[in-house]
């Protein structure tokens, strides 16, 4: 299970860390990603992080202002996402993979979403 959290609303070039818990696997055996779902469009691939950390990715609309980490010692991975846009404005999903490229494209298995609300 993946529980995401963190999510709310704040005003353009604010700051928000959210946050998703894993429980039942072990979560250090498995990369980490976020994604997200705007109203009216596609989920789409936001940032994700190999299962020890050492690499990461993140989609090119973000790059920059949102930086995604995780602790193995906690099951948790996190998105801090700074400078946030209008457009940022998205549920958030955290999900896992069996790799970094499986998270990026397909994930294995996805978590519950939370809302962000960026306003201008």
């Known amino acids: 299970q993946l529980q995401a959290s963190g999510g709310g609303l704040v005003q353009a070039e604010d700051s928000l860390r959210l946050s998703c818990v894993a429980s039942?696997?072990?979560?250090?055996?498995?990369?980490m990603g976020w994604f997200r779902q705007a109203p009216g469009k596609e989920r789409v691939f936001v940032a994700a992080?190999?299962?020890?950390?050492?690499?990461?990715y993140y989609a090119d609309s973000v790059k920059g202002r949102f930086t995604i980490s995780r602790d193995n010692a906690k099951n948790t991975v996190y998105l801090q996402m700074n400078s946030l846009k209008p457009e940022d404005t998205a549920v958030y999903y955290c999900a896992l993979g069996v790799n970094i490229v499986v998270v990026r494209r397909t994930p294995n298995y996805w978590g519950q979403g939370t809302q962000v609300t960026v306003s201008s």
């Open positions: 039942g696997r072990t979560f250090s055996s498995y990369a």
């Open positions: 992080i190999s299962w020890g950390g050492g690499s990461t």
